[in-house]
């Protein structure tokens, strides 16, 4: 593809097309990047990459501390609407099947949309939860085993900006309230790798997630599989749950990739 057909001058807006470079930038490093640092990668001026930043500063999609910057859970505001597009998660589908088929426990695939999580995907064999749940369902993302993994996922920076604006409202006696406790479970799902939460948003209610990543290492959404709390409390139970879950994630990973580069 030539200049011409990628730039049309007529059409083409060049600080838009700047701004989206300079989000792109912080990819591989969640820590986050000084100026000279994004103005380096995008290859502008100091002066331009400083009105950049704090512009996504001013719009909630960067925060700093004066010397570094990172991006927000809000980004993915921007993703939205992609990845929960039911073109990307068809061809997955087969695979969600596979493992309940396998585990014989419902599953479900969600995106993390700023405090919650969005059903995309979800396959159930009974109902165990007092709501329906269906595609484009949303929950808190605190209560659930795929919000906390995908909360898992963020920086440093991105997770206390999120815990600073969310309201941790309590749905059983087990719902954890405390924001440096909530913080610390999910500083621990992150280096486990896999999140499971037990009767904090109903009683009856538990479940375990971990993560999908795209072909780039980064988390895109995150798969769990929802049963009774007794049924996890049993090690081969939960050893079962965790590698199906890890595989199915692995060929979801993939497919999504696949359907992406396709739509590409």
Known sequence: MDDETRKPSNVYAQSFARGLEVIRSFEGNPQGLTLSEVSKRVAVTRATARRLLHTLVALGYAVTDGKYFSLTPKVMDLGYSYLTSS????????????????????????????????YVLRVPTERILKSTLSVGSRLPAHVVSMGRIQLAALTDEALDAYLSKVELKSYTQWTQTDKTALRAQII?????????????????????????????????????????????????NFNLLLSSLHQTAQEIGRAVDKTSRSAG
Do not use: C
């Open 87 to 118: 073109s990307i998660w068809g061809a997955s589908e087969q695979y969600v099947e596979q493992l309940v088929a396998k585990v014989g426990e419902s599953a479900s695939v969600s995106v993390l949309e700023n405090t919650d999580v969005v």
């Open 188 to 236: 621990e799902d992150r280096n486990n790798g896999w999140s499971m939460v037990s009767r904090e948003l109903e009683e009856g209610i538990a479940g375990i997630a971990v993560p999908i990543l795209s072909r780039s290492g980064r988390v895109i959404a995150a798969i769990n599989v929802s049963l009774y709390p007794a049924k996890l409390e049993v090690q081969d």
